[in-house]
């Protein structure tokens, strides 16, 4: 997974022999459909050295997302 496309917050200047980035730190805990985030939020004390990311798409925003899409791509 190519995360320093998602989090660029936590995305190292340098990046690869192939031209993508790297992350500052791996991801070692992923909450994928994390919801509100309940989850990640009661693991990151017991893993406070650990990155924990936690993404989620609802049904409203993969609709959303599907919208600009196609608002981006323009008239077919």
Do not use: N
Request: proline share 7%.
């Amino acid at each position: 997974m190519e995360w320093a496309t998602h989090y660029p917050a936590f995305a190292s200047q340098e990046s690869t022999t192939d031209g993508k980035a790297q992350m500052k730190k791996q991801v070692e805990i992923a909450d994928i459909g994390c919801g509100f985030g309940g989850l990640s939020f009661a693991l990151a004390p017991k893993f406070p050295e650990t990155l924990i990311l936690g993404p989620h798409i609802s049904s409203h925003e993969k609709h959303k997302l599907t919208l600009s899409q196609a608002w981006r791509s323009g008239p077919q």
